[in-house]
């Protein structure tokens, strides 16, 4: 009996009281223990940084193409801005200079009629003839109503004798006319002739317009006139003859 308890006695393990490890019949030592505890934990974070770097990568590709594409948008409108300010800039120029050569169309064409004025006076000198001077006038006045009739619409329009029209004509003056001379207001002496523009007027005519002569009034009836009007005394008697 005795070695039978010895035999087992060997074979039952050992326990180390402070590492909690059984030790002999087959146990796995300390060392190994927490070698093989430790290489799990390390496994897992080696997959997990993997992906975490893969994650970045691809947002600092992201990135970079956002920032890419916002220069690109930037630099458009930047481009845009300096197209648009230089067409303001263009734009007013140009009105500034229509504005400063609108007439040089105009002048232009009363440039020769400035010159035939200074001919018709030096001939005028010369000759000490104010009949030539009269006449070369006269024909001034005529090429320059026709340039500016033909070339820009400017015409001068007759009011004398026209029924007085306040939109064309300005009375400056008023004489009052007799009965024969009609029921209507009439121009009767131009002061200054007026001149439309196409189909408005730029200026009326300075006029003096004769009035119509008023009109009498009629005369109201007298009570000897009245047709028909019974007195009151002969009314009177009429009632008592009735009763």
Do not use: W
């Not at 039978?4 to 060392?31: L, M, N, Q």
């Not at 290489?39 to 993997?50: C, E, F, H, L, V």
């Not at 220069?71 to 400063?100: C, G, I, P, T, W």
């Amino acid at each position: 009996m005795s070695s039978k308890h010895e035999e087992t006695h060997r074979e039952a393990p050992r326990t180390d009281s402070e590492s909690g490890v059984s030790v002999g019949g087959g146990a796995v030592p300390e060392e190994q223990a927490k070698e093989s505890a430790a290489a799990t934990p390390a496994d897992a974070d080696g997959g997990s940084g993997n992906e975490a770097t893969a994650r970045v990568a691809e947002l600092e590709k992201e990135l970079a193409a956002l920032r890419e594409e916002l220069s690109s948008v930037n630099d458009k409108y930047l481009r845009k801005l300096a197209d648009d300010v230089n067409f303001r800039k263009r734009m007013a120029r140009e009105k500034e200079d229509a504005q400063r050569y609108a007439l040089s169309g105009l002048l232009g064409d009363l440039i020769p009629v400035l010159d035939d004025f200074d001919r018709a006076i030096a001939s005028a000198e010369a000759q000490r003839d104010y009949g030539v001077l009269h006449d070369g006038v006269g024909l001034i006045r005529r090429q320059l109503g026709s340039v500016l009739e033909s070339k820009y619409g400017l015409v001068r329009f007759s009011a004398l004798g026209q029924p007085f029209d306040p939109n064309r004509h300005e009375a400056v003056a008023i004489v009052q006319g007799g009965p024969e001379e009609g029921d209507e207001a009439v121009v009767a002496e131009e002061f200054l002739p007026g001149y439309g523009l196409h189909d408005r007027i730029i200026r009326t005519a300075k006029v003096r317009v004769r009035m119509p002569a008023p009109r009498e009034a009629p005369e109201a009836p007298g009570p000897s006139e009245s047709a028909g009007a019974p007195a009151s005394g002969e009314s009177g008697a009429d009632n008592k003859e009735n009763e």
